[in-house]
């Protein structure tokens, strides 16, 4: 067995390698070719999906009644997935790199606008204006508090963004 058959197994790939005849595998060259597509239709949603002020990931595309509603706050860890996005972009030669560093640094302009308490950075902040959430947006239209608060695990993933 090799490594991608053991990472993808046929059942799992099938749907996106469409109409494989049952007990078929795909050959790693197919594979490779399905996840460089995947690879870049998620780099053109991401890209399709940052405040274009600052340059923040949205942390949520819902879809309502037919449309498409965008929930513009985001997360330490959306921004650091944002971070390595450029980096796997850069990589696969999806975004030309002078065009990647400048929005990397708009990126990172604005995370220092963002808020930390206990020395990381808080959890929800709004895209547009990088103040903190005090009210978390519903479907209903009814909005609830936020208490601000950290975590570690968000804040880990932003500093893999940075490591990069």
Not at 133 to 152: D, I, R, T
């Amino acid at each position: 067995m090799t490594r991608t058959e053991f990472a993808f197994p046929p059942v799992l790939m099938s749907p996106l390698l469409g109409g494989m005849e049952e007990n078929t595998q795909p050959s790693d060259s197919e594979v490779i070719i399905d996840l460089e597509v995947i690879a870049h239709q998620t780099w053109t949603f991401l890209q399709n999906h940052l405040d274009p002020i600052t340059g923040l990931p949205f942390d949520r595309v819902e879809l309502r009644n037919g449309e498409t509603h965008l929930l513009k706050i985001t997360s330490p860890s959306n921004i650091g997935l944002a971070l390595l996005s450029y980096v796997a972009a850069d990589q696969q030669a999806f975004v030309d790199r002078s065009q990647a560093l400048v929005q990397v640094e708009l990126l990172i302009n604005s995370v220092k606008n963002l808020k930390i308490k206990q020395g990381m950075f808080v959890n929800w902040h709004h895209t547009d204006s990088c103040q903190p959430v005090a009210l978390w947006p519903s479907n209903s239209g009814e909005e609830c508090e936020v208490e601000e608060f950290v975590s570690s695990v968000d804040n880990a993933w932003l500093a893999v963004g940075y490591s990069k």
